[in-house]
């Protein structure tokens, strides 16, 4: 049962809230009341309901005294009754603490891990995949960085992905992935296994990250790809040092000012990333489960194409639908980390 004083402080809030919004107040007051505003909602709703449910069951319980109404009240009662604890399981989830980033876009790191060439060509893969997730999102996929191999593979991608929630559905993916299949280029027709890493960074606002110029080292580079001899090789390449951390960024676009402006974004979230781990961790020392951890160090999936199977290790999730995973239908996936993180969370809140 969730403490009936705690949803009236709720309430007595979001009403404050609103009343505020109307105040003409400055307009950076306003943003910030209006976030948490619109935050409270959703939970202020799932109360009205709750509270709803409430009121319906004590008058279906009071009708049993009313000969005339007996009988409707004992119909209606069982399924009064029943949508309570599904009402109190929706509004716990509601009252769960919000991942600050979970309404950002995310910038998207993928490169290649044990396994040579192959390695590289399933980093290609796993690019397609998670592109084709966010164009069935409706989500933006704009390449920050890309460098490939001879055969086609990928020594790293680095991508910006823009649209609702991509954060809050993107941070699971973090880790390592494992393929197991026959190479295209094995002529024995043996299973190989290797790997990719993904990272999932939510992307850093310039005010959040401040980095003083002398914390940083700026060389430029030449830059030059695929198109043999007539490649133009200008000094537009860019690498940015963090020099506190240690982060080295680089980009090799066309122009050396979008580079700089490119190194910078994704230098800003490695460091937002890093300073949510550090408090991640300090936090939840104690937390068992690796889901929304963002740990890159772990094997979170196997991807094994000779059967048509994708494992998620975090929780033994099997599903024989490969086609379709790695078609950008992922949606069966995250759903099930996102359960199961709501549910670890939900015994910490109330353990």
Do not use: C
Request: net charge negative; hydrophobic share 40%; glycine share 6%.
């Amino acid at each position: 049962m969730v403490p009936l004083d705690k949803l009236a402080q709720i309430t007595q809030r979001f009403e404050f809230l609103e009343a505020q919004l109307n105040t003409g107040a400055a307009p950076a007051e306003i943003a910030r009341i209006s976030k948490e505003y619109t935050d409270l909602r959703p939970v202020v709703e799932e109360i009205s309901a709750y509270r709803q449910a409430l009121d319906d069951l004590a008058e279906a319980e009071a009708m049993l005294a009313d000969p005339e109404m007996k009988a409707l009240a004992e119909e209606e009662l069982p399924r009064l009754k029943a949508r309570i604890p599904e009402m109190e399981q929706a509004l716990r989830l509601a009252l769960l603490p919000k991942d600050a980033a979970d309404a950002r876009p995310a910038i998207v790191e993928i490169r290649p891990g044990t396994g040579g060439e192959e390695a590289a060509l399933f980093a290609g893969d796993l690019a397609r995949m998670y592109q084709r997730h966010a164009e069935k999102m409706g989500w933006r996929w704009e390449v920050l960085e890309e460098s490939a191999t001879d055969l086609g593979g990928l020594k790293e991608l680095v991508a910006l992905v823009s649209g609702e929630g991509v954060f809050a559905r993107l941070k699971y993916e973090s880790g390592v992935h494992r393929v197991q299949r026959v190479p295209e280029t094995e002529a024995g027709g043996r299973i190989h296994t290797s790997a990719a890493t993904v990272a999932v960074l939510p992307e850093a606002d310039e005010v959040e990250i401040d980095i003083p110029a002398s914390d940083i080292r700026i060389d430029t580079m030449r830059s030059s790809g695929a198109g043999g001899q007539h490649v133009n090789t200008t000094d537009s390449a860019v690498r940015i040092t963090h020099i506190p951390s240690g982060i080295v960024v680089t980009s090799s676009e066309k122009s050396q000012h979008r580079n700089k402006e490119i190194a910078m974004q994704v230098l800003r979230s490695r460091l937002y990333e890093a300073e949510r781990e550090r408090l991640h961790s300090q936090r939840a020392a104690d937390r068992k489960s690796q889901v929304g951890s963002g740990d890159r160090s772990e094997r979170i999936r196997t991807y094994n194409f000779p059967q048509g199977r994708m494992t998620d290790h975090r929780i033994n999730l099997t599903l024989y639908a490969l086609g379709q995973i790695m078609g950008g239908d992922l949606d069966p996936i995250i759903d099930a980390l996102t359960a199961h993180d709501q549910a670890e969370r939900l015994a910490e809140m109330e353990g």
